[in-house]
């Protein structure tokens, strides 16, 4: 599975967007960007996932630039709630794929009032 | 309705002693897992079972041992514990190919 690379960490003010940058160059064809966040003494939350369109949901927007190399995960009016590790991982996400979820330190967002 | 339960939240014990976490799921998802994040915070994957069969195994010592009695089931055994043990324990499950649903953690404190 690709790595990724994020900043390690970033301010944002509530109300504001939140826009999270994640680097994954080497990333290949059937690899999928997923995103899960982990709030202080919880489990890690899915948060989105795409592979090369763009995406939307109840939480988030995940953008992918067209060469995949990058994605950018945009919070659109953040909250207090907000304040958690996120992580941006890369993985094959074929049905007959165990692989496994890999971790990296992540960008610890805080939400400030 | 919890999706991935974990039972205990916390568990305090002292060297050398034996414990079990224990895990079950009713998503009916095929796949469990068990993480492990220290205090420096990092997730790391320790095992994968689907449909009850071992399919990962990473390098964790084998004072730990995995037992799934059916798909719904992942529990873990911890012989001989040490202080290196102290840890988060996260189980997740998930259908192969798609995202994980996280229990809400073992805090693992050995004395």
């Known amino acids: 599975d690709a790595k990724t690379t994020q900043p390690t960490s970033m301010d944002c003010a509530e109300g504001r967007a939140a826009n999270l940058p994640c680097n994954h160059s080497t990333i290949s064809g059937n690899e999928y960007v997923y995103w899960y966040r982990q709030i202080h003494s919880q489990g890690p939350q899915y948060i989105i996932h795409g592979l090369k369109n763009n995406e939307t949901n109840e939480m988030a927007s995940l953008i992918i630039t067209e060469d995949r190399k990058s994605s950018t995960l945009i919070l659109p009016h953040a909250t207090l709630r907000d304040t958690a590790v996120y992580y941006c991982?890369?993985?094959?996400?074929?049905?007959?794929?165990?692989?496994?979820?890999?971790f990296g330190a992540g960008t610890q967002v805080v939400v400030t009032p | 309705d919890t999706a991935v339960s974990q039972t205990p939240k916390y568990l305090v014990t002292q060297m050398g002693n034996d414990k079990s976490i224990k895990c079950e799921q009713n998503l009916g998802h095929d796949t469990m897992y068990w993480y492990k994040q220290d205090s420096k915070k990092f997730l790391k994957i320790m095992f994968s079972y689907n449909n009850k069969e071992l399919i990962i195994n990473e390098t964790v010592p084998n004072r730990f041992s995995p037992k799934s009695p059916d798909k719904a089931h992942l529990n873990l055994h911890i012989n001989s514990l040490e202080l290196g043990d102290s840890a988060v324990y996260f189980c997740a499950s998930s259908q192969v190919g798609f995202g994980y649903t996280f229990g809400s953690g073992t805090r693992l404190t050995v004395v």
């Open positions: 991982i890369v993985r094959v996400g074929t049905t007959d794929s165990w692989g496994k979820f890999q």
